[in-house]
């Protein structure tokens, strides 16, 4: 499919790469002719990232010609455009201005030579740089001057008028925190740069790979017993806090036991890791510590060279009083929690003192221009301060040892931060992360967070419908925005849920006999398929129907226009979006049978009639008998009768969470003053479900497709 827009959702640190690696090597294979990797905006992203396509497409492949190497980045070609012989093309570039504006003028120069050359456009970290934050410019000859009128930002521009000048271009965007592409405007058309970026055509959710730890192992439900979070107080926070600092005045001060104490623990905890790490046979394999305290690079090449100062320290100290270094690392070993040692303590702490020797400290940022390099120093013992640079996209090769202290007012860009997901095998129980409360409850409602997004892009693929037909729903945080608010003009709370509710079609379309006709053929085209099994409390039943069958019904059903309190549709999304996680599973129909009066066929029985009056020209007052929220329960509806009258609501709450209940009543025409044979009423009997009270945001560009 050419000019599509799709959205691929990982988990943090999961193998996005391999997964659109694979879907070059695909492309490829099928005719993709060029195929361009949008890399982040940081050189240490694209050069990792090249290497990886190099060692993994370009050497093994067949006639693979990368325009990039592991050192530059795109230039335009000064000849070919490479297309006149067999093979595929690859650029792997960062999404910055500059960069982009050589690729537009590139594409500029192949005006006419694209016309058959299928393109794949690759944009990783899509909710990073690639979002539109301003606005579109309108066609004045359509639109007044009234409304949204400025160029997109520069970035989402150049990419939408590369995809614009590629007639064969499929963008598929890559992210672990899709908030921001999610809340893209379907509709945004800009009259120079085209439609803007938001995945209209699928949105993919990755398989949790088998091993990986994320936000729900780190800090949900599976957390407890695992001993990785250690608290970081106030008192060693103020100590690192800029603000808090009067002018001139060091971030840390120079002399070495001015480091918090945390951050000296954590220290030591990185070092006798390491040391287990070797002893169970991973001696040579990066071993990596993390420590992001401060977005300004000044502050961070502070604090390394006081952590090289409090290093160095320690081993001077030894030297003066020997068995100093062992006291203090059997500490550590103690405090560690639950491991499994791979040698006896003695053996544990000798290699932990050898270790702290061979701990090096690199400063990521701009300003000193140190790498990783675990290519050409897998062996090192690395502590990695940063900020920006640790903040996204960066893989940080075996790391167990977390100091984590920088705030930030939205989910994504903190979910970015936690540089410590990923595949830990052989050391998954090493994992230590230093933060201070606060922040750890900010992930651990992250964890809830992440849940309902996947269970809602699940939902929405189980459904069979398009990005642009149905709403994703994203529960809200309590304390932080899911993105930033010029990312996020679309967003729009919907709190909607039908937890412990009854609804129930009460206005029905008397002017528009068509549609009270189609809902009689689609009432009896579910009850032939499920037919009801037996009777009770004055109508018949079927048990156990699929919740899809439900949804499926109440999509098609048709709904009064004016209609707020039965919005079918929306509903439907609803009851399926509950069965990813088990709840509404399966469905109870009844159909209400009186036996006096009239009946007509309706599926594979006799039905009677139901009277109900006129409130208004085209509504009754009450669908339902109360008593019939009860017909499937244990124990039926009288468990829940007090003399004369039924507790509905009771009986919502008594109903299992996985079990919804549809009722349906053939209602008798001559009562509502119409003239056809039978005018259909549904109604809903809901259990309690577990996002009662919740609060969720939706895109309202399609929260009512």
Request: contains cysteine; charged residues 25%.
């Amino acid at each position: 499919m050419y000019q599509c827009r799709g959205l691929v959702v990982g988990y943090v640190q999961s193998g996005k790469t391999a997964n659109f690696t694979a879907v070059a090597a695909r492309a490829a294979d099928v005719g993709y002719r060029l195929i361009i990797v949008l890399s982040g905006i940081h050189d240490s992203l694209r050069n990792q990232t090249q290497k990886r396509l190099n060692r993994e497409l370009v050497r093994v492949g067949v006639d693979w010609t990368s325009l990039t190497t592991e050192e530059s980045d795109f230039q335009i070609p000064e000849f070919a455009n490479g297309f006149a012989t067999a093979g595929t093309v690859l650029v792997v570039m960062k999404k910055t201005v500059p960069i982009l504006n050589r690729l537009n003028d590139w594409i500029k120069c192949l005006d006419g030579q694209l016309g058959d050359v299928p393109v794949l456009l690759i944009d990783d970290e899509a909710d990073l740089a690639s979002i539109n934050t301003k606005g579109n410019r309108r066609d004045p000859s359509v639109y007044d001057d009234n409304g949204e009128n400025s160029d997109p930002s520069l970035t989402n521009s150049l990419i939408r008028d590369t995809l614009r000048r590629i007639p064969r271009a499929t963008y598929i965007a890559y992210t672990a925190t899709p908030f921001a592409n999610i809340l893209i405007d379907p509709n945004a058309v800009d009259q120079e740069v085209g439609e803007d970026l938001f995945p209209k055509d699928f949105v993919i959710q990755l398989p949790r790979p088998d091993g990986y730890t994320g936000t729900e192992e780190l800090f949900g439900a599976t957390s407890p017993g695992r001993h990785v979070l250690r608290s970081v107080t106030e008192e060693d926070v103020r100590a690192l806090k800029t603000k808090r600092r009067k002018k001139r005045t060091p971030y840390v001060v120079e002399e070495a036991q001015g480091l918090p104490q945390s951050l000296c623990d954590a220290l030591l905890v990185f070092t006798v890791a390491g040391a287990i790490r070797n002893l169970r046979g991973q001696a040579g394999q990066p071993h990596t510590m993390l420590v992001h305290a401060s977005h300004l690079q000044k502050d961070q090449i502070r604090i390394g060279s006081s952590i090289d100062h409090q290093i160095k320290a320690w081993r001077d100290h030894e030297k003066v009083v020997p068995g100093y270094l062992r006291g203090l690392l059997r500490s550590t070993l103690d405090d560690l929690g639950v491991v499994d040692l791979p040698a006896d303590q003695d053996a544990v702490l000798a290699e932990s003192e050898t270790n702290l020797a061979r701990l090096q400290v690199i400063v990521l940022n701009s300003t000193t221009g140190e790498e990783l390099e675990y290519d050409e120093k897998p062996e090192r013992q690395l502590i990695a301060v940063g900020g920006n640079r640790l903040s996204r996209g960066l893989t940080l090769e075996g790391l167990t040892v977390a100091y984590f202290l920088r705030t930030t007012a939205m989910a994504d860009s903190l979910l970015q931060m936690a540089r410590w997901y990923g595949f830990r095998a052989g050391y998954q129980d090493l994992i230590r992360i230093w933060t201070t409360e606060g922040i750890a409850q900010w992930f651990v409602e992250l964890a809830l967070v992440e849940e309902s997004l996947r269970d809602s892009i699940t939902a929405l693929n189980r459904a069979g419908r398009r990005p642009d037909e149905m709403a994703i729903k994203m529960r809200a945080h309590t304390k932080l925005l899911l993105t930033s608010k010029v990312k996020s003009k679309q967003l729009e709370e919907a709190a909607r849920s039908w937890s412990c509710e009854n609804p129930q079609t009460i206005l029905f379309p008397l002017r528009d006999p068509l549609a009270l006709e189609q809902n009689v053929n689609l009432t009896d085209d579910l009850l032939k398929a499920y037919p009801p099994t037996h009777e009770a409390y004055g109508g018949c039943l079927n048990h156990d129907v699929p919740a899809v069958i439900i949804a499926d019904y109440l999509r098609k059903f048709i709904v009064h226009e004016d209609t707020i309190a039965f919005q079918s549709s929306m509903i439907a999304d609803w009851i399926m979006e509950r069965a990813t996680v088990g709840e509404l599973m399966t469905w109870t129909i009844f159909v209400a049978n009186p036996k006096r009066g009239r009946q007509i066929h309706l599926g594979t029985s006799l039905i009677g009639l139901a009277q109900r009056s006129l409130t208004a020209s085209e509504s009754i007052g009450i669908l339902t008998e109360p008593r019939h929220e009860g017909v499937d329960l244990n124990g039926g509806p009288e468990t829940h009768r007090s003399a004369t009258s039924y507790n509905a609501k009771a009986m919502r709450l008594d109903r299992p969470p996985d079990r919804g209940l549809l009722m349906i009543y053939a209602l008798d025409p001559e009562s509502l003053h119409v003239e056809v044979p039978t005018v259909i009423g549904i109604a809903l009997s809901l259990p309690r479900t577990s996002d009662e009270g919740q609060t969720f945001v939706v895109n309202r560009g399609v929260a009512n497709g």
